[in-house]
Every structure is written in structure tokens, then in C-alpha cells.
């Protein structure tokens, strides 16, 4: 029988199937062969012994959390407490162009800022627009609940920005934990302890404690380059350029021309030195 992994607990591993829901344990040889089931996974098991049989291949898959086969990450992404972070922004997104998962920029506490601010929060969100990147506020839910059909999403971001409140709004039947931010600290505490799959609205939706694999020095530096999609516009003369200290770079140019947001290729700089 060809089931889905939901939730894992210890050893035991939810899986979902036509059949409704049970719970299996895996094969002896999985350890013995090093292979670790993940929330997300497609696999075959026998309904009668309550046995994973096989892991099936995945489309993608992530280390921390472990979690397979998304197509969709929604980047939860606050103005205010915790403050905007267009690094951390950019760390999520090309962490989910590395793995083939596209992004989704949604906007919590617009709110908290003034006219302003928010005048100013959006031109910046324009050029992410203009990269192809939709950028939505948490509450367009009718728009979210569309883009959640069909699809299996993800939905990480700044610790306090509000995940898990917007999930409990996508489905208040759910009543995921949520946290307040810590003045003293200015992040959030972590309420999402258990990776888990939801079904919503023809889809499926993981809520996770956030992706903590943001170390780029885990990554091919010419990986991490690609990553930056603005940057294929400009086609450099050495197709190895890595828009550094190159002469004649036209990703340079363009950043020094304004075609490139500065802060995205000064994030690139620091993520291709692992930091």
C-alpha cells in the first residue's frame, strides 16, 4: 500500500493513506542501510504488519528540519517585533531555490508601521515582485487558501512572526500553540515543536520549528550564485564569474547601476563566505 508520512514520534511514523490513518514502525534493515524516514515522505508499507516496506524517491528533501517533497514555501516574513529582516529573507529564499521549492514572501504586522515605514517596506517588496517572487499579506487568507490547492507548502520564517497564528486562521480546528515576542530579545520563543503535515483545502501544509539549516557554507559557492536569479540577467564574459572582484562583471555593473538592489548582492557576499 502507498501511503504519505504525516508526523513521527520517536519510532512510531503516521502515515496517511486512502485507507484513513495509521501507525507503522520501520524495516530492520532502514538503520542498518542508514535510512531515516522524513515527514513528507512517499512510501510502500503493509497495512497488515504496520510495517514501512520502502521509502519511495523523493523530489527534494531538507536536513533540519527533515522534511521531504515540498513544492512551496510561504517565507513568514513580520515588519515589527521581530523587526523586518531582509537578510533572514534572503537567507529562506535561496535556501528554497537550493532545493527546488518555490517561495512565497508573506507579510505579517504591516499594522505596527506607519505610512510611511510601509511606503518604504514596499519598494523594497517591488523589486522581489519584479524578480517573479509573489509577495502577500497575511491576511489575503482567501488568496492563501487558493495557493495552498494542490500543493504541498511549507511554512517557516522569523520565530514570533506569526505562523503559527495565521495557520490557526487558515483552520482555526488545528489550535496550534502560538508565542509571544520577548521584549528583552525582540524574537519570538519557538511554539512549534513537532513537524507535522496537514490536509487544507485540497492541500498539504507542514508546519515546522523554522529551518535552522542556514549554514551556506554547507553549499557549492557556484549554488548559492544561481541561487540569486536576478544575477542571470547579467551573463558575465567567464561563465565561472562569481560577481566578486572580477573585472568587467556585469552583475557589479548592475548593482552599481541600481538594476540590482545592493542589499540582495551584499547578502550574496556574505552567504558565499558561510556566513
Same mark, same amino acid.
Given at each position: ?11 512510531? #511514523? ?8 495509521? +501507525?507503522? !514502525? &520501520?524495516?530492520?534493515?532502514?538503520? !542498518? ?26 523530489? +527534494? ?38 532545493? #527546488?521549492?518555490?517561495?512565497?514572501? &508573506? ?5 505596527? %508601521? ?25 491576511? /489575503? ?29 487558515? +483552520? ?7 508565542? /509571544? ?15 507535522? %503535515? ?31 536569479? /536576478?544575477?542571470? !540577467? ?8 562569481? #560577481?566578486?572582484?572580477?573585472?568587467? &562583471? ?26
Amino acid at each position: 500500500m502507498k501511503g504519505q508520512i504525516v508526523k513521527i514520534i520517536s519510532d512510531l #511514523h503516521v502515515i496517511s493513506y486512502p485507507g484513513g490513518i495509521l +501507525n507503522c !514502525k &520501520c524495516r530492520g534493515k532502514f538503520r !542498518k542501510e542508514n535510512i531515516t524516514p522524513q515527514v513528507g515522505d512517499y512510501v510502500i508499507f503493509d497495512v497488515g504488519k504496520k510495517v514501512i516496506e520502502q521509502i519511495l524517491p523523493r523530489k +527534494n528533501t531538507f536536513k533540519r528540519p527533515k522534511v521531504s517533497n515540498i513544492d512551496q514555501g510561504f517565507l513568514i516574513t513580520s515588519l515589527k517585533t521581530p523587526d523586518f529582516s531582509l537578510n533572514l529573507l534572503d537567507k529562506l529564499i535561496v535556501l528554497m531555490e537550493l532545493h #527546488h521549492v518555490t517561495p512565497i514572501i &508573506c507579510i505579517t504586522k504591516k499594522d505596527l %508601521l506607519s505610512k510611511e515605514q510601509l511606503d518604504e517596506v514596499n519598494q523594497t517588496l517591488d523589486y522581489y515582485k519584479k524578480l517573479g517572487y509573489q509577495v502577500i499579506f497575511n491576511d /489575503e487568507i482567501y488568496l492563501i487558501k487558493n495557493l495552498l490547492r494542490g500543493k504541498t507548502s511549507v511554512f517557516t520564517g522569523q520565530t514570533g512572526a506569526g505562523k503559527s497564528t495565521l495557520l490557526n486562521q487558515l +483552520n482555526p480546528s488545528w489550535s496550534l500553540e502560538t508565542g /509571544e515576542v520577548s521584549t528583552a530579545l525582540g524574537r519570538g520563543r519557538h511554539t512549534t515543536r513537532v513537524v507535522e %503535515l496537514f490536509q487544507i483545502n485540497d492541500g498539504k501544509v507542514l508546519d515546522t520549528p523554522g529551518f535552522s539549516a542556514l549554514d551556506f557554507s554547507l553549499y557549492d559557492k557556484d549554488k548559492i550564485r544561481d541561487a540569486f536569479i /536576478e544575477f542571470r !540577467k547579467y551573463p558575465c564574459i567567464y561563465q565561472d564569474c562569481m #560577481h566578486q572582484k572580477e573585472a568587467e &562583471c556585469m552583475v557589479k555593473k548592475a548593482v552599481n547601476d541600481n538594476n540590482i538592489i545592493r542589499s540582495r548582492y551584499n547578502h550574496y557576499l556574505r552567504f558565499i563566505e558561510g556566513k
